[in-house]
């Protein structure tokens, strides 16, 4: 409804809709789809905007709903190219940076630079949360060893979500984070699609209230989010520095397989 309207010039009845709806629907402002609703509405640069349309093809739209964005969008999308899939895209995408503007290019910089700055910190503690991982093994981690064996990624995702609750629980920050993390690589080892895995990360921190923040600071969600970044633009170029990055944290030997990989 929001982008027929804004097609046909409609800004101001776009975001009028747009806020009456979440107002009605608790929970539904902090929902992928509206965040990039609300990104294309506020877009004033040209290429702000069709890099927002471009990231429709990760919703899990019918292909007749690409089609008709395809349509009333047509000559906005010349530039992008027509939405597709994100396998059909990711195909056609020589280089990832060719789809991102300068701003973006920079933001994606500065927060590599955000990660890197707290790897010293994370590399000193691995030792000992890995010992505490170790001791544990048994008594929390024993249901996600078969499932690794067996590669079942979109159940151990479920697994470690339930455990990313517990540890919050217990105010454990740094381990319930990256719980998270591999929940997020699981699903993505599983080909969920990367909108399922940012909604997913997404419902998890929408749950902690003022700790919020203090989770989404931790190490483990910034290198998720980044992660999810580099494959949303196809930046295979950052892959030997997240490979650095993912090196400094207390994996199990058997969760080396999560790890993503140059597709």
């Known amino acids: 409804m929001c982008l027929l309207l804004l097609k046909k010039g409609k800004l101001t009845d776009a975001k009028q809709s747009l806020d009456e709806t979440k107002n009605r629907l608790m929970g539904f402002s902090e929902t992928f789809p509206v965040k990039l609703v609300e990104h294309i509405l506020r877009s004033k640069k040209f290429v702000k905007f069709t890099q927002g349309l471009s990231l429709l093809k990760y919703l899990p739209l019918f292909d007749e709903e690409l089609n008709f964005v395809n349509e009333i969008f047509g000559e906005d999308l010349k530039k992008e190219g027509k939405l597709s899939k994100p396998e059909e895209k990711v195909k056609e995408d020589k280089a990832g940076k060719e789809i991102l503007s300068k701003e973006q290019i920079i933001e994606i910089d500065q927060k590599y630079e955000k990660i890197q700055r707290k790897m010293g910190e994370i590399r000193r503690e691995k030792e000992e949360m890995q010992n505490r991982r170790k001791a544990m093994r048994r008594i929390l981690y024993r249901d996600i060893f078969p499932l690794l064996e067996e590669k079942n990624y979109k159940e151990l995702a479920s697994k470690y979500y339930e455990l990313a ?92 397989q999560l790890l993503p990989t140059e597709d």
Do not use: C, W
Not at 176 to 193: D, Y
Not at 203 to 228: A, P, Q
């Open 165 to 256: 609750n517990r540890m919050i629980r217990r105010k454990d920050f740094t381990r319930s984070s990256l719980q998270i993390l591999l929940h997020g690589l699981s699903l993505m080892k599983a080909r969920e699609p990367l909108v399922v895995v940012v909604k997913s990360i997404n419902d998890f921190l929408n749950t902690l209230g003022m700790n919020r923040k203090l989770v989404e600071d931790t190490y483990s969600i910034m290198l998720i989010l980044f992660i999810i970044d580099t494959k949303i633009y196809n930046l295979h170029n950052y892959l030997p520095k997240i490979q650095a990055m993912l090196d400094v944290l207390p994996l199990f030997e058997e969760e080396m």
